[in-house]
């Protein structure tokens, strides 16, 4: 039961690219949820995901594209890199019968020059 | 709108020193209330919660207690170790899965 896996660990982009954050889980949890981690501002969500085929905005979401295809599955896209949008980035998953308790995924470092 | 403020860091301590980091939050409704730990380059772990007033959440020896009159969620440790290094976020969650997080606060314990 590897939980919530992350890809990329590390990225740098240059302004202006594309890219896409992978995240998967394998409990066959319902939620699941992307975060930003910026210093001295905690977590803020960008989108989520109550299932498959659903999906919806967070605090941020300006610049980003998710899309959730299979329950294990919810890959955030980045669709034109901007400098603002260095961070770390947290996937998270929980149960609808316990929604309250998230499980993270160990992050990726993202990098706009 | 709902919102989680926690102390500022770092917070130095030495090895067995008494912890307490200070949360107190803003929420409409009668919110579930976590701490969450992040180590050095890992994701957050669930810590500790408590869902009503007067609930006291521990866990590894942490401990903290949803105090409705105060709007407080302090956590606190006895004796801390080196190992217990991390940044700690406070959270808030009123139902769903929306959860908001305070800002952290750095741990640092020396030997």
């Known amino acids: 039961n590897a939980g919530v896996t992350q890809t990329p660990k590390f990225q740098v982009l240059k302004t202006g690219q594309s890219m896409t954050l992978q995240c998967a889980q394998d409990m066959n949890h319902e939620y699941m949820s992307w975060y930003r981690q910026d210093p001295g501002m905690g977590l803020r969500l960008i989108h989520y995901s109550v299932g498959a085929g659903i999906t919806d905005q967070g605090e941020v979401p300006n610049g980003y594209n998710v899309s959730r295809s299979t329950t294990e599955d919810f890959p955030l896209r980045l669709l034109s890199a901007a400098p603002s949008q260095t961070s770390v980035y947290f996937c998270?998953?929980?149960?609808?019968?316990?929604?309250?308790?998230?499980?993270f995924g160990p992050g990726t470092r993202l990098t706009v020059l | 709108g709902d919102s989680v403020t926690q102390m500022e860091g770092p917070v130095t301590l030495s090895e067995e020193a008494f912890l307490t980091i200070n949360c107190t939050y803003t929420?409409?409704?009668?919110?579930?209330l976590f701490w969450y730990v992040q180590y050095p380059g890992e994701g957050l772990q669930l810590l500790l919660k408590a869902t009503k007033a007067d609930d006291k959440g521990s866990n590894k020896g942490f401990e903290a207690t949803y105090r409705k009159e105060t709007t407080s969620f302090h956590l606190e440790k006895g004796s801390v170790q080196v190992s217990d290094s991390a940044v700690y976020f406070c959270?808030?969650?009123?139902?769903?899965?929306?959860?908001?997080f305070g800002a952290g606060t750095r741990l640092f314990v020396k030997a």
């Open positions: 959270a808030l969650n009123t139902g769903g899965f929306k959860t908001i």
């Open positions: 998270a998953s929980s149960q609808p019968r316990d929604s309250d308790t998230q499980y």
């Open positions: 929420a409409t409704g009668y919110p579930s």
